[in-house]
């Protein structure tokens, strides 16, 4: 079969590095790929463009491509999974329609409300002055989220009141993320608690969780700094637990799947669910309709059994003929750290030069995939703000962080910037409570 990913950051290399293993993948196309993808791959020079799904199509049909693989949200959310089924393609991603999931704040947390999916509090404004009389009337600390797609960085975590405010006109007056995405904005509760992102294939009623990870989305240790694509991440998470998983598919994907099938957007794909584990119990941050980046890195690490045979169960929906105890995983867990440009997640400098690269490559169970780099003659440049993904296994989570910056430490580029507690969460033991308050002296 041949087959095509579509996307060019980590996420793609991790898939286009995985389906190049499987015996039943005869030629591999990512369009357009990177200096990494280029590895395993044949890259393409299309890029995609909202309004300009033929140059991707006509690529499909000559080359007989027999399965397309759709990285990043843009397409899904512009339609090109449509455009592709009605040229008779087989297509890995969802709907325009079911992509809104992740295209739409507003959508995904009205479907959460609709369909009793425990998610923080919130309200959904369409015009600033109503939002900022909203958050001067909370006595909590807020989120305020775009509504549209933000490339990971339209959801700013408030501290203060001030914060919120602020968020609303960087949001919807001066439009820093587009005209469109900040139309509309929803404020929420700001939850407290740890992250964790939930890959799921789902395909008709089916519904097969992956392994639980972990992602680092702020810039800086610590969690300090403003949203990122992500940081880091690792697989499997220790703190989700069988019984915390069970909970989560009843009471998370289960009613999400039904909801989207009762609106006749009925869901196949990637459905990833980032969630806040808090007190009160698991709470629905946000959905994304396809594999996380950096959390695919990890994941697909450890993964054993043919991605394809995945892939083609849910565009066939033959997942549910899958006995999910023969999916074979890596016991060992992998660690992801993400090194970054100087100045991400804002204004960054591209080409600079990549030192160090075979160094690491002749490690066993290292694997460096690239996201911002370019080839330019003999040497990678920086392309983007997040460059490579460092991934490593190891016999326990504290020796995968341990090669995982091993490996950092031999790679080098000019303003290299990554942060150095991925894995913290679950290797440090949590900070101690308060002490308790003494009682007060009775009255003699």
């Known amino acids: 079969m041949r087959v095509l990913v579509i996307g060019r950051g980590g996420r793609e290399h991790a898939l286009v590095w995985k389906l190049a293993?499987?015996?039943?993948?005869?030629?591999?196309?990512?369009?357009?790929?990177?200096?990494?993808?280029?590895?395993?791959?044949?890259?393409?020079?299309?890029?995609?463009?909202?309004?300009?799904?033929?140059?991707l199509i006509r690529f499909a049909k000559k080359e007989r491509v027999g399965l397309v693989v759709i990285g990043p949200e843009e397409p899904l959310a512009h339609g090109l999974t449509d455009a592709m089924q009605k040229e008779r393609l087989r297509v890995f991603g969802p709907t325009k329609n079911a992509a809104q999931l992740e295209a739409s704040k507003v959508f995904a947390k009205n479907l959460m409300r609709q369909a009793d999916v425990p998610t923080a509090e919130f309200r959904t404004f369409d015009h600033p002055q109503p939002a900022r009389l909203y958050i001067e009337s909370r006595e909590y600390p807020l989120v305020v989220k775009a509504d549209g797609?933000?490339?990971?960085?339209?959801?700013?975590?408030?501290?203060?009141?001030?914060?919120?405010?602020?968020?609303?006109?960087?949001?919807m007056i001066r439009e820093e993320f587009g005209a469109a995405v900040g139309r509309q904005v929803v404020v929420e509760k700001r939850l407290e608690g740890q992250e964790l992102s939930l890959f799921s294939l789902v395909s008709g009623r089916t519904i097969l969780p992956l392994p639980p990870t972990q992602d680092h989305k702020a810039v800086y240790d610590?969690?300090?700094?403003?949203?990122?694509?992500?940081?880091?991440?690792?697989?499997?998470?220790?703190?989700?637990?069988?019984?915390?998983?069970q909970q989560i598919e009843e009471q998370v994907l289960v009613p999400t799947v039904s909801a989207m099938k009762h609106v006749r957007m009925s869901f196949k794909g990637l459905l990833f669910t980032g969630l806040m584990l808090t007190s009160q119990g698991p709470r629905v941050l946000e959905y994304n309709v396809r594999f996380g980046d950096p959390e695919t890195q990890p994941l697909l690490m450890r993964l054993k059994s043919d991605l394809l045979d995945l892939l083609e169960a849910v565009v066939d929906e033959t997942l549910g003929e899958i006995d999910e105890s023969r999916i074979e995983w890596d016991p060992r867990p992998a660690v992801c750290v993400v090194l970054c440009s100087q100045g991400y997640p804002g204004p960054y400098v591209k080409g600079r030069v990549i030192q160090g690269l075979e160094d690491v490559g002749r490690m066993t169970d290292v694997q460096v995939f690239h996201a911002g780099t370019r080839r330019e003659g003999d040497v990678i440049l920086t392309d983007g703000g997040r460059v490579l993904g460092v991934t490593a296994l190891g016999d326990t989570l504290a020796d995968a962080k341990r090669r995982a910056y091993e490996a950092v430490s031999r790679i080098s580029f000019l303003g290299m910037h990554y942060r150095k507690d991925i894995a913290d969460k679950a290797l440090l033991p949590p900070p101690a409570p308060p002490p308790p308050t003494p009682p007060a002296l009775e009255a003699l």
């Open 21 to 55: 293993q499987s015996p039943r993948v005869d030629r591999l196309f990512c369009a357009p790929g990177n200096a990494g993808t280029a590895m395993q791959a044949e890259n393409v020079p299309i890029e995609f463009t909202p309004n300009d799904f033929d140059r």
């Open 149 to 171: 797609l933000a490339a990971g960085k339209g959801v700013i975590v408030c501290s203060t009141r001030q914060e919120a405010l602020n968020a609303i006109d960087r949001i």
């Open 222 to 245: 610590g969690d300090q700094g403003p949203n990122t694509g992500g940081m880091g991440a690792y697989c499997p998470a220790p703190i989700a637990t069988p019984e915390l998983l």
